[in-house]
């Protein structure tokens, strides 16, 4: 797939999300699997692309590897927590590079200083609502919307907003492409 990086200036750019802090950059290729620590999903179905919201506002489904969990173990479990959704088909991407700059791993399973968050694209079929877990983060809606409405919503969260915008936009040129 041939992408013009200028048109993902917060995708193909180094970014530094403060809640780590940790610097991200995206690579469209596979990463060394034992270097993953997240998996998220630009989820769609037959009425649109699924964002979810949050209190921080709209967002993206994924989350953290919990011990002896593979990528897909924890995708599943984070989309029916998050989205109330099970899986139909994914399609990796790459993923974003994430170099820590703290003096210790969020968590003591997960690869320190250097991990990777995987990010895919894939089908999804709604069957409940978010189960919403005691430690997991407070889903407050989930929604469908047309590729720039939802994407319009996404940049408008702190930090992290533009660069969640250019992976849905980038998710959905990757899925004409395939």
């Known amino acids: 797939m041939i992408v013009d990086r200028a048109d993902f200036p917060h995708l193909f750019n180094e970014h530094i999300w403060s809640w ?3 610097k991200t950059l995206f690579e469209p290729s596979e990463p060394p699997f034992e270097l993953v620590s997240n998996i998220n999903i630009v989820p769609f179905n037959e009425t649109g692309w699924l964002i979810v919201r949050q209190q921080i506002g709209w967002g993206i489904v994924g989350g953290t590897l919990e011990p002896g969990e593979t990528y897909m173990d924890t995708l599943r479990r984070e989309l029916l927590e998050e989205a109330g959704c099970e899986l139909v088909n994914f399609e990796l991407m790459g993923a974003l590079r994430m170099e820590f700059l703290t003096e210790q791993p969020y968590r003591p399973h997960l690869p320190f200083p250097i991990s990777y ?5 894939g089908k999804v079929r709604r069957i409940t609502t978010p189960t ?3 430690d997991g983060e407070e889903i407050l809606e989930v929604a469908t919307f047309g590729l720039e409405e939802a994407c319009r919503r996404l940049e408008k969260r702190p930090d992290d ?3 969640l915008a250019e992976i849905y936009r980038y998710a959905a040129m990757f899925r004409e492409m395939s």
């Open 20 to 22: 780590g802090p940790v």
């Open 117 to 121: 968050r995987l990010i895919g694209v």
């Open 132 to 134: 919403n877990p005691a």
């Open 161 to 163: 907003g533009p660069l």
